[in-house]
């Protein structure tokens, strides 16, 4: 078996995790990555969201929320930069739960993971979907002339 990967994860005020790992799961704009000891050097760009980091030295797993920024991978060592991220357990209850959408209060058994990247993730919808429209609202306008 390959020597677990260093790993850290920075923002811009702090070292938010540093550990040894044997599985990190990070989204990106080009979808899911998984990295494991000894994967192939990566650069990639993060999307709002939650990466979890499986620990090498204890059956746990953590689970930190990103607002984007990048993961790299290069020679058994990851970083993660991200302008803010925080762990699973400074996310408070009521905050994720004011952040989690209640259109469908029959599916509330969503993981973790997923409450976390709610946080992240509403402004960054909002602001794709203004971006949609306002392209659409051109597109018509540009049409009409």
């Given amino acids: 078996m390959a020597e677990p990967m260093q790993v850290e994860v920075v923002s811009a005020d702090r070292v938010v995790w540093s550990g040894k790992s044997s599985n990190i799961i990070a989204k990106t704009v080009e979808g899911e990555i998984g990295i ?3 994967h192939e050097p990566v650069l990639g760009v993060l999307v709002p969201s ?3 980091i499986f620990c090498d030295d204890r059956p746990t797993r953590e ?3 990103v607002d984007g920024g990048f993961i790299s991978v290069s020679q058994g060592r990851v970083s ?3 302008e803010y991220a925080r762990m699973a357990d400074e996310v408070t209850v009521a905050e994720a739960e004011k952040s989690w959408p ?3 209060e029959s599916s509330t058994r969503a993981t ?3 409450k976390i990247e709610s946080i992240f993730c509403a402004p960054q919808r909002n602001w794709a979907r203004h971006k949609r429209r306002s392209k659409v609202a ?3 306008h540009s049409r009409a002339i």
């Fill in 80 to 82: 993660i930069l991200s």
């Fill in 50 to 52: 939650a990466v979890v």
């Fill in 36 to 38: 494991l000891p000894g």
């Fill in 112 to 114: 973790e993971a997923t």
């Fill in 138 to 140: 051109a597109t018509i």
């Fill in 63 to 65: 689970i930190i929320a």
């Fill in 102 to 104: 209640r259109h469908n």
